[in-house]
């Protein structure tokens, strides 16, 4: 038993090793990415600005791209405000969803032992492991 236990701590600090280099490389591949595409949106509002400038004065071309910036950041603003506050109701629905079917099994189980007595420890378990499952049975939210 040994060795196994031996194999499979070798296995699992094999799989953390890679794992994290890979979470690493992946960072660090993220890090040349950003800012590659940063450089490019700098490049990208310099040659508007220089086509802005040639049609108008500088000073409208630059305050143009502010205009137009600010209003992109404000649509996003308010994008993201809407998303959160969906993520809120959402969140409350499962909540009040997660009480009301703890209510109606805790209901379900003072009816059940008023009437049978002797199914108490049957019903405990069984009020037990739904409870218990209702928690974790979806690692990811349905969207």
């Known amino acids: 038993m040994g ?23 992946n960072a660090v591949l993220w890090i040349i990415i950003a800012v590659l595409l940063g450089t490019a949106y700098v490049f990208a509002l310099v040659a508007v600005a220089l086509f802005l400038a040639e049609r ?6 630059t305050v143009s791209i502010a205009i137009a910036l600010v209003v992109a950041a404000l649509i996003l603003f308010a994008i993201m405000a809407g998303l959160s506050a969906r993520d809120r109701r959402l ?46 049975r979806r690692r990811r939210e349905r969207r």
């Open 3 to 25: 060795t196994l236990g031996t194999a499979l701590s070798a296995l699992l600090a094999v799989d953390v090793a890679a794992a994290t280099s890979r979470y690493r490389r």
């Open 56 to 61: 108008y004065s500088p000073v409208a071309a």
């Open 91 to 136: 969140a409350e629905e499962r909540r009040r969803r997660s009480a009301l079917q703890a209510n109606l099994a805790l209901i379900a189980t003072t009816n059940i032992l008023r009437r049978q007595p002797l199914l108490g420890v049957a019903t405990a378990i069984a009020v037990g492991a739904f409870l218990g499952l209702g928690k974790g």
